[in-house]
């Protein structure tokens, strides 16, 4: 895979004209600029070839700084492919690729937006008459295979550093051609925002708004041993297809005052439809993440999930999750910390282990059913039709401490056995279907609605609709 994106970045720059800049016109160090290369920016003309030639002359130089203009670039192209084999049917143009950088790479963006142009097709279409065609069930089809690029920003193999800021990139996944579907479940076809794949160095992105791509707004695909760490600011992800982050891959990523939200809702859905999938493959792993005051919104999947590979250690304080049509959070994977977060909407598959630093635990975290809450008016209830605002039959050691369950509306309490832990926790329910918090209540615990705590183990102070409830 690695040798093949060297040739094509390498035909880039030769079939794209890199002389339009000769390397001694840019001195060494200084601003490299698209429209050194040809590029015009202005939302009408394409500049997916300028911007390819503009990578390619970064790659020739192990690094750079560039810097782009507060306009619109108008990028994506693609060409029909006829041929018997090929991959794609509409193969896409690159646009910022970099590969194998050794110095630091810098894009500033000084609020540039880069739009995907209207009209290219998306899924699979017979590549002779370009018409969408349509297959059963995880039939695979790649010679027909459409896209209008596979990331709009891709980093791989670099060593030196990363920082991008300062930018928009818009998938424009309304205007586009939508064909059929290819993959397990819906369109699992490239089309990213920003891919970051088995660099070294630190990597940093800073206030960049990506939206409306097919595939992911955000894509990341660490090295296995990378130790360098790297660091995701005020960062929107919003109305993607499939999600808002895919983590493949890697170690040590911190993000803050960022946005995963409105995944799968703008027309083209495809699972886990998630905000932020955090699924380790390839034999890599993920460890080491945190998210602080981040926000998970309105997904068409789970605000977060985490339910295969080898994936564990993620760290949430003061993020906010709102599920309307799914689960606010699905944290099935080890060593998953909540402290101080907010939960609108059921959660489920906290993981659950006999060791109690491997289960899930949520500290002083509220969990409500307001609708007020919710951006649409809905908040998801789950799959059971008493609609607990946690789905945890049998997750030992989930542990609720300092947590407060305050539901006004038709949410009513966990549905639990003795395996999950309250501590110190305040429960309320105002909806007259029956719950079962039926864990190990330990410290003080104060209930109040329709509340069944048979087979609860009670080893502290409970308090249920004001009465002591003895110990057992």
């Known amino acids: 895979m690695v040798s093949t994106r060297r040739q094509l970045l390498a035909g880039a720059a030769a079939a794209g004209g890199l002389a339009i800049v000769p390397a001694r016109a840019i001195a060494q160090g200084s601003a490299i600029t698209p429209e050194s290369f040809g590029a015009r920016g202005d939302g009408l003309n394409n500049d997916s070839a300028a911007f390819a030639r503009m990578a390619a002359f970064v790659n020739s130089r192990g690094g750079g700084q560039i810097v782009l203009r507060s306009t619109t670039y108008l990028v994506g192209r693609q060409a029909q492919i006829a041929g018997p084999g090929e991959h794609y049917a509409f193969e896409p143009a690159l646009i910022m690729d970099f590969l194998g950088c050794r110095g630091p790479l810098v894009i500033r963006g000084r609020g540039a937006r880069l739009r995907c142009a209207p009209g290219l097709r998306y899924g699979t279409f017979d590549p002779l008459t370009g018409r969408p065609t349509h297959h059963p069930a995880r039939s695979l089809h790649a010679e027909e295979l459409a896209t209008p690029y596979r990331a709009m920003i891709r980093v791989e193999d670099c060593s030196g550093g990363v920082d991008i800021s300062g930018l928009e990139l818009d998938g424009n996944v309304r205007a586009l051609q939508i064909g059929g579907e290819y993959g397990d479940i819906g369109w699992q076809v490239p089309a990213v925002g920003i891919h970051l794949v ?45 999600q808002g982050c895919s983590i493949v891959g890697g170690h040590g990523y911190s993000f803050s005052d960022c946005s995963f939200s409105h995944t799968g809702k703008a027309g083209i859905s495809s699972a886990p439809g998630a905000g932020i999938d955090i699924e380790a493959e390839g034999g890599k792993s993920v460890r080491g993440l945190s998210f602080t005051r981040c926000r998970f919104v309105d997904n068409a999947g789970a605000g977060v999930v985490a339910d295969s590979g080898n994936s564990e250690d993620a760290t949430f304080v003061g993020c906010t999750f709102v599920g309307t049509t799914n689960w606010a959070a699905w944290p099935n994977k ?77 949410a009513v309490l ?59």
């Not at 990506?210 to 360098?228: K, N, P, Q, S």
């Not at 008493?386 to 989930?398: E, F, K, T």
């Not at 109040?448 to 705590?453: A, H």
Request: charged content about 20%.
């Open 198 to 242: 088995n660099n070294r160095g630190p990597e940093r992105l800073s206030r960049i708004y990506v939206h409306h791509h097919a595939l992911d707004g955000l894509m990341i695909d660490g090295a296995e041993h990378r130790t360098a760490a790297s660091t995701i600011l005020w960062l929107r992800s919003e109305h993607n297809g499939r």
């Open 334 to 410: 080890p060593a998953f910390r909540f402290a101080d977060c907010m939960f609108v909407g059921a959660i489920v598959h906290a993981f659950g282990d006999p060791d109690p630093r491997r289960a899930a635990q949520f500290h002083r975290c509220v969990f409500r059913d307001d609708p007020a809450l919710s951006p649409t008016g809905e908040v998801y209830g789950g799959e059971n039709p008493s609609r607990p605002i946690a789905d945890l039959p049998g997750n030992p050691n989930v542990r609720f401490d300092e947590c407060t369950f305050n539901l006004t509306h038709r």
């Open 414 to 472: 966990p549905w639990t056995t003795n395996v999950v832990i309250f501590a110190d926790c305040t429960l309320t329910q105002r909806a007259p279907a029956q719950s079962y918090p039926r864990g190990t209540f330990v410290g003080r615990n104060v209930l109040s609605g329709n509340i069944n705590l048979y087979s609860a183990r009670i080893m502290g102070e409970v308090f249920l609709n004001g009465e002591r409830v003895p110990p057992t």
